[in-house]
C-alpha cells in the first residue's frame, strides 16, 4: 500500500491524481493533501479522502480549516512552508506529487528528494530553477525521480528503463519534443498584443491551471520543458527538436541511431502519466477513455515560430547561459504571467519583460540553492519594477 503526499492538491493535477488514487483503494492511501489558500475546497477533498495531514502553505487559510474541519474526521492540520516540508518528507508516507505552480513548489519537492521519496515530479518550475542542485540530491538521496509532464513521461517510457540518463548507450540520435501550438498557433503576429487572459487560458486540447495555460500560449511551457528534458535526460538543447503538433495525441518521440522512432500516444488526459508514475513499473486503469484513431483520422506537425513566440528561444537561452540564468528567467516569467492574468500587462509585453531582466542579471554560479532564491527574488523585484512602467501604458487594456 502506497501512502502518497499530493502537494497542491486543489490545482488541476492534484485533483487528477486524487482520481487516479480513487480508482485503487486497494493500492493508494491519501496521507497527506496541501494547498495555498482554497479551504473550502481543501475541506471538501478532506472529507472524501479524509487524509492524516490537511496543509495550507498560508497560514490564515490553516487557521481557517482547523475551526471548520469536524474533529472526528482525525485530521491534523499544519500551516507555512514548514508544514509543507513537514508531509513531503515524512517517514509514514513514500510517495509524493509534486503538483505545486512555481517556485513556491521548490521547497517541499526538494524534502521529498532529500528524504528519498518516490517523487512524482509536474512542478517542472523546481527543477528548471535548480538544475544540476535538483538532480544531485536526486542522485544523493537516492529518490525514484518520474517525470508526470506528459511530454517528459512519454519520453520516458520511450527508453529503456536502466537507460533513461545514458542517450549514447542506449543508442537515443534525438528527442522529438511536441508541443501543441496552443490557443494562439493562428493568430497573427499584430493580434497578439491585444489577445485577453480569458482567450490564453482556452487552451485547445488540454485543461490545466491558469500559469502553465499561459505558458503554453506564449510557448514558455515548452522552453521550460527543454530545459526540464535536458536535466531529466541528462542531455542538451541540440538534441531534442520542438515538434507542434496541434492535435496533442503524441506525448513526445525518442529517435535511435538505427531509425526507429518510438512514440507515446492517448488522449491529452493527465491521468495518464499520473497513473504511469504512481503505479510504475507496473500499469493501471487511469480512467481515461481509449483513444480512437479512426475518429481523429490524421496527425499534423509544424516548426515552432519564434517570431511570433520569442519565450521558446529566451529559455533555449537560458540553459546555454547555464548558472543562476534558468532560475532568472523562470522567476521573471511567473511576474509576468501573473501581472498579465491581473490585465497589468500585454501578452507580447511577457518575453520583453523577461529577456530585459535575463539582460540585466547575466548568469552566475548555482553553487547553492541560497544562490538560486536569491536570484528569484531579485529577478521578481526587477521584473515588477518593469511591469509597473510598462502597465502605464496599457492602462486601456480590456
Ligand atoms: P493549479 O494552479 O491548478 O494548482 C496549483 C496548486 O498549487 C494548488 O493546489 C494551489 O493551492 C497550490 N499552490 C499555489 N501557490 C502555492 C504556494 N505559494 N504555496 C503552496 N501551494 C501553492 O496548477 P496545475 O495546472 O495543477 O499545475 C501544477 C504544476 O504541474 C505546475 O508546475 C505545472 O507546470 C505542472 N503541470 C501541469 C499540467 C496540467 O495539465 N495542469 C501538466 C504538466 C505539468
Ligand atoms: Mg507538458
Known amino acids: 500500500m502506497r501512502q502518497v503526499t499530493i502537494l497542491g492538491a486543489t490545482g488541476s493535477i492534484g485533483l487528477s491524481t486524487l482520481d487516479v488514487i480513487q480508482r485503487h483503494p486497494d493500492r493508494f492511501r491519501v496521507f497527506a493533501l496541501t494547498a495555498c489558500r482554497q479551504v473550502d475546497a481543501m475541506l ?23 475551526k471548520d474541519l469536524p474533529a472526528d474526521w482525525g485530521i491534523e492540520v499544519l500551516g507555512g512552508p514548514g508544514g509543507l516540508v513537514q508531509v513531503a518528507s515524512a517517514p509514514e508516507c513514500d510517495t509524493v506529487m509534486a503538483a ?25 518550475e523546481a527543477l528548471v530553477m535548480s538544475g544540476k542542485l535538483f538532480m544531485d540530491a536526486v542522485v544523493d538521496s537516492g529518490a525514484e525521480l518520474l517525470p508526470i509532464d506528459s511530454e517528459h513521461n512519454a519520453i520516458f517510457q520511450c527508453l529503456p528503463p536502466h537507460q533513461v540518463r545514458n542517450f549514447s548507450g542506449a543508442g537515443v540520435r534525438r528527442v522529438l519534443l511536441t508541443a501543441s501550438g496552443g490557443p ?8 497578439l498584443a491585444d489577445v485577453s487572459p480569458e482567450q490564453a487560458c482556452a487552451h485547445p486540447n488540454w485543461s490545466m491551471g491558469q500559469k502553465i ?15 526540464e528534458a535536458c536535466w531529466l535526460f ?19 518521440m525518442v529517435e535511435y541511431v538505427d531509425g526507429s522512432v518510438l512514440a507515446q500516444l492517448g488522449s491529452p488526459d493527465m491521468r495518464t502519466p ?21 475518429a481523429l483520422g490524421r496527425f499534423n506537425f509544424e516548426r515552432p515560430d519564434l517570431q511570433r513566440f520569442p519565450c521558446l528561444r529566451l529559455a533555449a537561452e537560458a540553459f546555454d547561459q547555464g548558472g543562476t540564468s534558468p532560475a532568472v528567467l523562470n522567476a521573471a516569467n511567473e511576474e509576468a504571467v501573473a501581472a498579465f492574468l491581473r490585465r497589468e500587462l500585454r501578452f507580447t509585453d511577457i518575453p520583453v519583460i523577461i529577456e530585459s531582466v535575463m539582460d540585466a542579471l547575466p548568469a552566475v554560479g548555482a553553487d547553492s540553492f541560497d544562490i538560486i532564491f536569491e536570484k528569484d527574488g531579485e ?12 502597465a502605464v501604458s496599457v492602462s486601456g487594456l480590456g
Open 100 to 124: 505545486i505552480v512555481g517556485a513556491a513548489g521548490l521547497e517541499s519537492t526538494l524534502a521529498a528528494v532529500r528524504a528519498g521519496k518516490r517523487v512524482l515530479l509536474a512542478n517542472k
Open 274 to 294: 499520473i497513473a504511469n508514475g504512481l503505479a510504475w513499473p507496473e500499469r493501471i486503469d487511469s480512467g481515461v477513455a481509449p483513444l480512437d484513431l479512426f
Open 379 to 390: 529577478s521578481r523585484a526587477l521584473a515588477l519594477e518593469q511591469i509597473r512602467r510598462h
Open 184 to 191: 494562439f498557433r493562428r493568430t497573427a503576429a499584430d493580434a
Open 44 to 66: 471538501e477533498l478532506c472529507r472524501l479522502h479524509r487524509p492524516k495531514y490537511a496543509v495550507m502553505a498560508d497560514e490564515p487559510s490553516a487557521a481557517r480549516l482547523a
Open 234 to 252: 541528462n542531455t542538451q538543447p541540440k538534441q531534442i527538436e520542438v515538434h507542434v503538433h496541434p492535435e496533442s495525441i503524441i506525448h513526445s
Open 213 to 227: 495555460s499561459v505558458d503554453s500560449a506564449t510557448l514558455m511551457n515548452k522552453g521550460l520543458e527543454l530545459i
